[in-house]
């Protein structure tokens, strides 16, 4: 860095009788500033339009994993409001032989809907995460 301010400061010395001070001032902001910045510049310009894209994408796949993910919520508090009414009824043996069938039954379905709840959630943590990557990108 001591360098550079004494060649700055030996070049301004030297040409000052002989060159403008805005002359100075030109050639070393032309030689201080890369070519490249302009071309770098157009190419995250292409990449931001590009990723807007996909963030658009990857925002409507969240919302309709988020629909699904109410949905199925929806249905699991139904089920609990159909075992909490079935278990009010009164107690009778018909009621006990049906109810334990519909046990296993509902049994399997929640956990088909357990199996869809985490996949669900795995696939919005996912999408998420790239959603964020995306973002730290820009």
Known sequence: MGNILERQHSKSSSTSTSKSADTIKMEMDSKSIPAMIT???TKSNTKRSMSHDTVEKFQK???ELQR???RLNRLEN?????RRR???LPAN???NEYSSQLFYEMADHSNTNNNNFNEFQCQINELEKQLNMLDAIK
């Open 93 to 95: 043996r018909y009621r």
């Open 61 to 63: 796949e969240i919302d």
């Open 78 to 82: 139904k089920q609990r409001q159909q």
């Open 68 to 70: 699904q993910f109410d």
């Open 39 to 41: 071309t770098t510049t």
């Open 86 to 88: 079935r278990n009010s």
